[in-house]
């Protein structure tokens, strides 16, 4: 079995499909629930995502779609169903909707993200594992095989850039108000765990689901921009707001691409984690001013 659905065979992807329809409405989703916080609009166009993807998928057939009856047989692929997939990330963000993203730091918050996001994952996974039977989630976690130079060596550009553009950012913007006081051993010690989870979390559900599942259907590029549409949304609601979308729009692209290319969620959340590792200093830095002055330049 293939580590990774990038490595595995992909039928053709016509460049341009009415096929994108209905995943662009599914993930303009993602924005209408955590960025303008319009519950019945993100129902609504999940629902027109779906139905489209219904109707679409009812006049199709294997030749339509770019590989013959005959050719599908002898690879011993089966067309993926656009609206299984579709329906699964629905399903992801129905969860995570479910709870307010405002970063808080007591029990009950972490309990209640542990839950809906931890769901958001779990349950496609076992719907297409389990219910769909096809096995389009995974999670690979050495895909790629061992790390290349370059690949060593971005994991140190990721910490120097992260160090020269995040804290002008957080501080500057008063973004890190968004983020909630810690200015004690324990609630700092909250506040690493949170960011580091989160931080995981976001590779699980963002790339290894919804990217994983749109670029069976169309190509890596289209697929990398509507993943990056859900995964800057996410991240405007849990406090990335101001101007944070031109960081972490190129972050969510970035993170996307680097995926695909090495095939090792190893690496992509090593990446992760370095930058929020930078992230969490920033935060402790602008709520403690004087406690880590000599670190950053703002």
């Not at 319009?38 to 027109?48: K, Q, R, T, V």
Request: aromatic residues 14%; proline residues 6%.
């Amino acid at each position: 079995m293939p580590a990774h659905p990038a490595a595995a065979p992909v039928l053709a992807r016509p460049a341009w499909s009415w096929r994108l329809a209905p995943a662009l409405l599914v993930c303009l989703a993602a924005p209408a629930f955590f960025v303008a916080r319009i519950p019945w609009l993100g129902w609504a166009l999940l629902a027109a995502g779906l139905l489209v993807a219904l109707l679409l998928e009812r006049g199709r057939s294997a030749v339509a779609e770019g590989v013959g009856m005959a050719d599908a047989a002898a690879t011993g692929i089966r067309n993926p169903s656009l609206l299984r997939d579709l329906s699964l990330i629905a399903v992801g963000l129905l969860i995570v909707s479910a709870i307010p993203l405002e970063a808080q730091l007591d029990n009950l918050a972490f309990l209640r993200f542990a839950v809906a996001l931890g769901g958001a994952v779990a349950v496609p996974y076992v719907i297409s594992r389990w219910v769909y039977r096809d096995h389009a989630i995974r999670f690979p976690w050495r895909g790629g095989g061992r790390w290349t130079t370059f690949q060593w060596t971005w994991l140190v550009a990721v910490l120097v850039l992260g160090w020269l553009i995040l804290p002008f950012y957080f501080i500057t913007s008063g973004v890190y108000q968004n983020w909630p006081v810690v200015d004690t051993p324990d609630l700092i010690a909250r506040l690493f765990v949170g960011v580091g989870a989160v931080g995981i979390w976001d590779e699980l559900f963002f790339i290894c689901t919804c990217f994983a599942l749109l670029r069976r259907h169309f190509p890596d590029w289209q697929a990398n921009a509507l993943q990056a549409i859900v995964f800057v949304s996410f991240l405007w609601e849990l406090g990335y707001r101001e101007w944070g979308p031109l960081l972490t729009i190129p972050f969510a692209l970035l993170q996307g691409f680097i995926f695909f290319k090495t095939r090792s969620l190893a690496y992509v959340v090593t990446v992760h984690l370095l930058f929020d590792a930078v992230v969490f200093l920033v935060l402790v830095h602008a709520h403690n001013p004087g406690l880590l002055d000599g670190l950053f330049l703002v």
